[in-house]
Each structure stands twice: as C-alpha cells, then as structure tokens.
C-alpha cells in the first residue's frame, strides 16, 4: 500500500527540516507532501530542500482545515493507499506512524484516529486550555443565538 504523510505547515520554516528528518527515519517508504498555508517565511522553499516528495503552495493562509484538506485530496487524486497528518511544528511523534496504520493494511479498519491524550504519560494540556475547553462550546452557542443542548 502506498502511503502519503500531510505536513500542513504555516510559517515552519524552523521546524519543517527536523518533521522531515524524523519522517523519513520512521517511515522510509511512505512519500512526504508538505501543504504550506500561505507561509511568508519561506517555508515551501525549505520544504523543498529537505527533499519532501511533494510541496503543495496555497496562495492565503487557508489554516488548519483547508491545509489538511488539500493534502487529503492530492492524495486521493494521487493513487494513495493510506494518508496521514503530522503537523509541521514537529508536536506529532512520527514514531507512530507504522503501527497506527497496521489495522488499516489489515483490512481490520478504514480509519485510525490518533490522540496524545490517551494512555500512560499522555499528553496533558496547559490548565488554562483544559479549563477552556467545556466552556467554549457554550460560548460559542450562545454567540449563535442557540440554547444549550440545541443540535
């Protein structure tokens, strides 16, 4: 199966050179195709001289979403087999890579979410973000003139 990792990358010129590097020790085989959003600091260039297989330019910074999109769509226009995101500030431990996608060579699954919140050592967030989290949802609700538990 062949296999497409995404870096969307927005002004990650300083971090895209190491993504790369710790990429292609983990996952030799699989092609690279870094998505720069609109990044004003060179970072398709950078992209480019790290040897990713693919730089993708968006010409305005789409953010996250549209970054990730377009990788998911170059690569099903592409012919790949497996896609995966790894976000180009180097937070994504490429180590995983391999054994996240076994269920999906298997035929066991057609999609493997990742969280670093799981497990032993998870990852755990600044206190102020955990705090955040179950009140921005309200937030944003009552900014739309809907009442909670509206759908």
């Known amino acids: 199966m062949r296999g497409l990792i995404i870096v969307p990358a927005y002004n990650e010129a300083r971090s895209v050179p190491a993504v790369i590097a710790a990429l292609?020790?983990?996952?030799?085989?699989?092609?690279i195709c870094v998505v720069d959003d609109g990044s004003t600091d060179g970072t398709a260039a950078v992209a480019g001289r790290e040897a990713a297989d693919v730089v993708l330019r968006e010409p305005v910074n789409?953010?996250?979403g549209g970054a990730v999109q377009t990788g998911y769509l170059w690569a099903r226009d592409h012919g790949y087999d497996l896609a995966v995101q790894i976000d180009g500030d180097g937070q994504h431990d490429p180590a995983f890579i391999a054994s996240?996608?076994?269920?999906?060579?298997?035929?066991r699954a057609d999609v493997v979410v990742g969280s670093r919140f799981l497990g032993q050592g998870a990852f755990r967030s600044t206190g102020l973000r955990r705090a955040g989290i179950p009140v921005l949802p309200v937030r944003l609700s009552?900014?739309?003139?809907?009442r909670p538990g509206d759908a």
């Open 100 to 107: 996240a996608a076994v269920p999906i060579r298997e035929g």
């Open 62 to 64: 789409l953010g996250i």
């Open 142 to 146: 009552g900014a739309r003139g809907d």
């Open 24 to 31: 292609r020790r983990e996952v030799p085989s699989w092609d």
